[in-house]
């Protein structure tokens, strides 16, 4: 079992740095997916954070036919590659067809495992076969057990490095709690784990919360999508962070991750600058 994950220039799990998985939840248009990237490439660049932009090409599981989906395959990983080559951050999207996977493995450096097809054994081993990092959404309805089975699955298809994101169980119609005592356990699976921060929260203003949570724990990574105009974003934006909160947060964060990590090591150069003490 491999406890680390290399995407793109960053590594997640034992011995790296906290890192951030960002950006809105669906490729909308480039001047809002750019507007995100740019601000994401500058946080890491002032904190010496590593940073992995993720936004959807498309959004096959919405729960209206009518609503937003994404601009689809071509388009959308166009946009993703030239996120990439404009901003250098290493990208990543989730796969909701098999037919897909070919073409998303061929665009983005690493592919993501929707949660709610995080049991599909045939999806599975269609993605672990690609030969790029899988990025492992726990399904609401699984257990550390069941990730555990998910596990087995891809690394028997061929999947060397998966990174675990924990997003929340269910917890009546509707609403995901987080329980962070089942961090130990996913992570005594032998791979790094993220937290998403955004869909356990009940509102936009439980995110922060959570992802101080998460770190705290000791999560390898948080996951929150974040938008220029949560508010006219046209997925999700309840669940997403405003830029300018996430510029707020991060050091917040960042000083949690040097406390539970025993030190500046564990973070950007800049992260402590001016604070020797949480607020």
């Known amino acids: 079992m491999i406890d680390t994950v290399q995407i793109g220039g960053v590594r997640l799990g034992r011995g790296a740095p906290l890192a951030l998985i960002a950006g809105p939840c669906v490729v909308e248009d480039e001047a809002t997916l750019f507007a995100a990237a740019e601000a994401l490439a500058s946080l890491r660049d002032a904190h010496g954070l590593a940073v992995i932009f993720k936004s959807s090409y498309e959004k096959d599981n919405r729960t209206s036919a009518s609503a937003y989906r994404g601009p689809g395959l071509a388009a959308g990983l166009s946009l993703l590659r030239a996120v990439r080559e404009r901003f ?32 599909q054994t045939s999806f599975l081993e269609t993605v672990a076969a690609c030969g790029r990092p899988v990025v492992l959404k726990k399904g609401q309805f699984l257990s550390a057990r069941g990730v555990a089975g998910a596990l087995e699955k891809l690394r028997g298809a061929g999947a060397r490095e998966v990174l675990v994101v924990e997003r929340g169980s269910c917890f009546g119609y509707d609403r995901l709690v987080v329980d962070f005592g089942a961090l130990d356990e996913l992570r005594g699976l032998g791979c790094p784990v993220a937290l998403d921060a955004g869909h356990p929260a009940p509102k936009r203003d439980s995110i922060p919360t959570l992802a101080r949570a998460g770190v705290a724990a000791g ?61």
């Open 88 to 119: 250098g951050l290493p990208v990543l999207a989730d796969v909701h067809r098999a037919e897909d996977v070919a073409s998303a493995a061929e665009a983005l450096d690493a592919v993501q495992v929707p949660a709610l097809l995080s049991r």
């Open 219 to 279: 999560v390898d990574a948080l996951f929150v999508e974040c938008h220029p105009d949560p508010g006219r974003a046209l997925c999700d934006g309840e669940r997403m962070l405003s830029l300018h909160v996430l510029a707020e947060e991060l050091p917040v964060w960042l000083r949690v991750a040097a406390v539970v990590r025993g030190g500046g090591a564990s973070v950007g150069s800049g992260a402590l600058a001016g604070s020797s003490s949480l607020p």
